[in-house]
């Protein structure tokens, strides 16, 4: 009998280990595999050998393993070359895998990783080697194509609106309180930057602004919208994302050129000191706090959406059973057929056609004004989520 083997790739999520437990428990299920082998950080470590059989594992350990946090099978930022420049790293993988008799091979991750599997499948389908390459989708971003949504982007966005709902009341204690800027994640797409909008007290979102990278930002305007709505409320909220632009498509806070990731992504981070830095020079106050929420978004395991768990694990095991119909080069899709009552089912679309896309927050879900997101977003993001905490405020 056969093995498959199953690794993680890119950044970590909170229920980034439940896919790999719904494709362990499918293949305990169905018998598909005789052992299923997991590379540990990716395929960089299979190329170097780490290689551990999850068979030899109790179902105790594999059930703590499906609430562990973060890439529990450790990951990689590991890009292959192209297959028209070399083949050696290709040949050596699939050496490896032809001699633990592996037949099918299982990526987690988002578009570098499915870029990964869309080449190896070509590979092996140009030298006749008989493997199935599958990609199972995770990013907290939600920025792959083809897909309603991803698998840890539900857990994120639930920790970023009780984030901004905690950090909101924390903000409003004193009769003269200042402006609070909650910086996300979100290098190309806003939409972990909307999530704060689900952060709601008597039916009304606390944050007063919510800037996204899909619209052009305008320091003068911000600056006035920010000073109007101070001087009304003596308070204001902000919700930012760490990749916004100006119109020229330049982003407002960048490290420079020397600081990329091994695919040539700008390392962000730091807006929401820089647009405090704007507030207070303007003269507007000087009562302004900052807060990166950074790597929390990714790894708050303990504010996970029970939804977003259910789902990474359906992936993983769907995932498992479509490489018994022969399919190779895909990912596994998530389809919304429902929101009311929330339901979806899985299928399949070609790795190759996820790779190197960006699936963006729509545009005709911001505001005119470009400074917070309409009632049909939140309509998507509700169903992504477990229930928020109802907070009586008896100052408010």
């Known amino acids: 009998m056969t093995n498959c083997i199953i690794a ?17 428990n499918a293949n305990k299920e169905l018998k598909a595999y005789n052992k299923v082998f997991a590379g540990l950080n990716g ?19 594999i059930n703590k393993f499906r609430f562990t946090p973060s890439s529990g099978l450790g990951s990689c930022r590991y890009k292959m070359k192209d297959l028209d420049e070399s083949t050696e790293e290709y040949d050596k993988l699939l050496d490896i895998l032809k001699a633990n008799d592996i037949k ?8 570098d990783s499915m870029d990964t599997t869309a080449k190896l499948s070509r590979y092996a389908k140009e030298t006749g080697i008989d493997i199935t390459f599958i990609g199972i989708p995770k990013t907290i971003d939600n920025d792959l194509m083809y897909t309603d949504h991803t698998p840890g982007f539900g857990s ?27 910086e996300t994640m979100g290098r190309d797409t806003g939409w972990l930057a909307a999530a704060g909008a689900l952060a709601q007290m008597n039916g009304k979102s606390v944050a007063d602004f919510i800037y996204l990278p899909e619209r052009a930002f305008d320091i003068e ?15 204001v909220y ?9 119109k020229k498509g330049k982003f407002i806070s960048e490290i420079q050129a020397d600081a990329n990731d091994k695919f040539g992504h700008a390392q962000l981070g730091g807006v929401g000191n820089y647009l405090k830095k704007l507030i207070i020079n303007a003269g507007i106050t000087k009562r302004v706090k900052s807060l990166e929420l950074g790597v929390l978004q990714r790894c708050a395991m303990h504010c996970s959406s029970e939804i977003d768990l259910k789902e990474a694990y359906e992936a993983g095991y769907e995932a498992l059973k479509y490489s018994l119909t022969g399919k ?4 596994v899709t998530i389809e919304r057929t429902s929101n009311e009552p929330y339901e979806t089912s899985y299928s399949l679309i070609e790795a190759d056609k996820v790779a190197n896309n960006i699936k963006y927050f729509p545009t005709d879900w911001i505001n005119d004004k470009g400074n917070h997101i309409e009632p049909q977003a939140l309509k998507y993001l509700l169903p992504l989520i477990s229930p928020l905490p109802e907070f009586k405020v008896f100052n408010k």
Not at 104 to 111: E, I, L, Q, T
Not at 227 to 235: A, V
Not at 238 to 246: L, N
Not at 328 to 331: A, I, K, Q, S
């Open 8 to 24: 993680q790739s890119g950044g970590p999520t909170s229920v980034i280990n439940s896919s790999v437990v719904g494709l362990y």
């Open 43 to 61: 395929i960089e470590g299979i190329l170097n050998g780490n290689i551990i059989d999850l068979t030899s594992y109790s179902d105790e350990e």
């Open 104 to 111: 099918a091979f299982f990526y987690v991750g988002g578009n």
């Open 156 to 182: 994120a966005a639930q920790f970023i609106a009780n984030s901004v709902l905690e950090t909101y009341l924390d903000s409003s204690v004193y009769t003269n309180n200042g402006i609070f800027i909650l």
């Open 221 to 235: 305007i911000f600056l006035k919208d920010v000073t109007d709505k101070f001087k009304e409320q003596n308070q």
């Open 238 to 246: 902000i919700v930012v994302s760490e990749g916004i632009k100006d």
């Open 328 to 331: 190779c080069g895909y990912m």
